[in-house]
């Protein structure tokens, strides 16, 4: 049975100014849904844009699995009036109805994990027709007449003893080929409800919105983290092996200054069974050279969402994030920082980086912070 993730992207976002490209912790939006979704079971997830930005994005970024394809969705179908169906429509016509199973997935629910969108496929699975995600709420609701929906105000119960409401909250739906043909419609026939975390309820409207989500994503992934043994060390190049400062001269980038000393850190922990990898967003020869210098032979380049990058090898290499210790000094590596077993900041580093970071090193970026962050590592593994 073959069944697809499906994520519509406008362009233009009348609340948020580019809202589905915008850094959510460090990583566009959008990425959020996606990285997830590549870890699910779909056999294929199509982002659906009118962006040639985006599309470019996604070309060049997730080139380790074929699993992720951009298609070009129509103006007609972009527009602020039309339906997230017509979309879902339009697609699975250009597709001629290629899969069993649709999934769509709003780029807006960045709460949304693999977990989530197993649940769904799971409902599919055992029979039923379509499944939406949903979140349990114990408020009260009202009508705009005075009278209440859910619950009797004369003998207002207890919060434990009262069952609340499920709502929709807009992250995953599933349904099977013949509903979006029958119905032309995500949902139909028998459906199934899953229920999600109270906190994906929040929608992302407005900058006030933006800021609650941001900080409620970051407190779950640092929620996670658990003291364990660190087994692979990975780390940002510029404003970590450097000072952040690159030369240039008519025929582009020309030096960039590296400490011995850092090196040396890395060799000693790689003899106690650290592995180190490294991962950058620049595409540099300067970077690839050194670090064949050093004899790091897992180096990633051009690399902008780093999040999913670090899971994929974590699920392929079989680690755990809190396996992993990373230094990084700005806000493209936000997610990772707020989400290993131990991350370590600069001293320079940006005050972002430095306020979700374990560990804000004494010495400054391409002046001894790895050395020190190697330290620390090599120490604290003894006690396992």
């Known amino acids: 049975m073959k069944k697809i993730g499906f994520i ?49 994005f996604i070309e060049k970024e997730y080139h380790y699995t074929d699993k992720v394809k ?47 969108i197993e649940n769904c496929l799971n409902e599919i699975d055992n029979g039923k027709d379509s499944a939406l995600t949903v979140v349990k709420t114990h408020r009260f609701v009202w009508n705009e007449d005075g009278t209440p929906v859910n619950y009797n105000y004369e003998k207002r119960p207890r919060r434990q003893d009262f069952e609340g409401l499920s709502i929709e909250n807009g992250a995953v739906y599933c349904c099977k080929k013949q509903v979006l043909q029958k119905h032309k ?12 975390p109270e906190e994906s309820l929040h929608e992302i409207d407005s900058e006030q919105d933006w800021t609650v989500v941001e900080n409620l994503l970051i407190e779950r992934q640092k929620h996670t983290k658990r003291p364990e043994k660190i087994t692979h060390f990975v780390l940002d190049v510029d404003g970590v092996f450097t000072d952040g400062t690159i ?15 850092d090196g040396m850190g890395l060799e000693i922990l790689r003899q106690f069974g650290v592995e180190v990898m490294v991962m950058t967003s620049e595409q540099s020869e300067l970077v690839a050279k050194r670090m064949q210098k050093l004899q790091i032979p897992k180096v990633f380049l051009g690399v902008k969402d780093k999040f999913t990058l670090l899971q994929s ?16 000094d700005d806000v493209n590596d936000m997610t990772n920082i707020c989400s290993v077993g131990w991350s370590f900041a600069p001293n320079n580093a940006m005050d972002e980086i430095k306020r979700v970071a374990d560990i804000v090193l004494s010495k400054n970026s391409g002046s001894g912070a790895i050395r020190e962050a190697c330290q620390f590592i090599k120490n604290y593994n003894k006690r396992f």
Not at 185 to 196: C, E, P, T
Not at 249 to 258: A, D, L, Y
Request: net charge neutral; hydrophobic share 40%.
């Open 8 to 56: 519509p992207l406008r362009k233009n976002s009348k609340g948020i100014l580019g809202k589905n490209k915008r850094k959510m912790v460090g990583r566009p939006l959008f990425t959020w849904v996606l990285g997830e979704a590549i870890l699910s079971s779909l056999d294929t997830v199509y982002v659906y844009t009118d962006d040639d930005s985006i599309i470019s």
């Open 70 to 116: 951009a298609l070009k969705r129509s103006d007609i179908s972009a527009t602020d009036s039309a339906s997230t169906e017509s979309a879902m429509l339009e697609f699975a016509e250009k597709t001629d109805f290629d899969f069993d199973v649709f999934c769509l997935l709003q780029a807006t629910s960045p709460f949304t994990k693999a977990m989530d």
């Open 185 to 196: 419609n995500r949902l139909g026939g028998d459906i199934a409800v899953v229920k999600m």
């Open 247 to 261: 030369s240039y001269t008519k025929e582009g980038e020309h030096t960039k200054r590296f400490d011995m000393r």
């Open 313 to 328: 090898l974590a699920v392929s290499q079989k680690f755990s994030l809190n396996n992993v210790a990373y230094i990084g």
